[in-house]
T-cell receptor
Framework: DARVTQTPRHKVTEMGQEVTMRCQPILGHNTVFWYRQTMMQGLELLAY????????DSGMPKDRFSAEMPDATLATLKIQPSEPRDSAVYFC??????????????FGPGTRLTVL | QKEVEQNSGPLSVPEGAIASLNCTYSDRGSQSFFWYRQYSGKSPELIMFIYSNGDKEDGRFTAQLNKASQYVSLLIRDSQPSDSATYLCAVKDNYGQNFVFGPGTRLSVLP
């Protein structure tokens, strides 16, 4: 069945280490979103792509975060170096474009990141 | 800065009652509105979307939209303990593809 997959599901690392999270969007979807969710900030958009091109990454700390789509079936979010304040659940979501009022987003299960 | 506001709750209702969840948004250009449900430790899942003023019903759920007041709500009739979750309101305009999410309202349905 069609669903967004994310790996790893859990990641514990030490401050300063590089973290890479991966997302496989639903086949045929051409938009991919990265979100971060914490108790304090809620669900924050970090970046999104359409047809593999980055459209908006203004929500992402540029000095340590990077997002890419090397191909249509893989999106990556990298943090280097990681810091304790990066501890959160990172969700990937995918959807369809062109623009429409009711294009929904389908969420993956998330990656729970803990930076010690 | 586009903002979406929700009462964080928790909102507690007895089983069988109507739960009413509210959301306000700041951007008058917003065109479509989504309600997501998120169980603890899980990812958000779409319950309903609405883009015309008025009511939209789907089973026990009714979404209500008032664009003039910049207000959208979700009513859950005959609430069940399984409805206990956080409900996220999301708003999108027709020009961007991204959603702006509210902070969510935690609903607790008491048996």
């Amino acid at each position: 069945d069609a669903r967004v997959t994310q790996t790893p599901r859990h990641k514990v690392t030490e401050m300063g280490q590089e973290v890479t999270m991966r997302c496989q969007p639903i086949l045929g979807h051409n938009t991919v979103f990265w979100y971060r969710q914490t108790m304090m900030q809620g669900l924050e958009l970090l970046a999104y792509f359409r047809n593999r091109a980055p459209l908006d990454d203004s929500g992402m700390p540029k000095d340590r975060f990077s997002a890419e789509m090397p191909d249509a079936t893989l999106a990556t979010l990298k943090i280097q170096p990681s810091e304790p304040r990066d501890s959160a659940v990172y969700f990937c979501a995918s959807g369809l474009s062109p623009q429409g009022p009711y294009n929904e987003q389908f969420f993956g299960p998330g990656t729970r990141l803990t930076v010690l | 800065q586009k903002e979406v506001e929700q009462n964080s709750g928790p909102l507690s209702v007895p089983e069988g009652a109507i739960a009413s969840l509210n959301c306000t948004y700041s951007d008058r250009g917003s065109q479509s509105f989504f309600w997501y449900r998120q169980y603890s430790g899980k990812s958000p899942e779409l319950i309903m979307f609405i883009y015309s003023n008025g009511d939209k019903e789907d089973g026990r759920f009714t979404a209500q939209l008032n664009k003039a007041s910049q207000y959208v709500s979700l009513l859950i009739r005959d609430s069940q303990p399984s409805d206990s979750a956080t409900y996220l309101c999301a708003v999108k305009d027709n020009y961007g593809q991204n959603f702006v999410f509210g902070p969510g309202t935690r609903l607790s349905v008491l048996p």
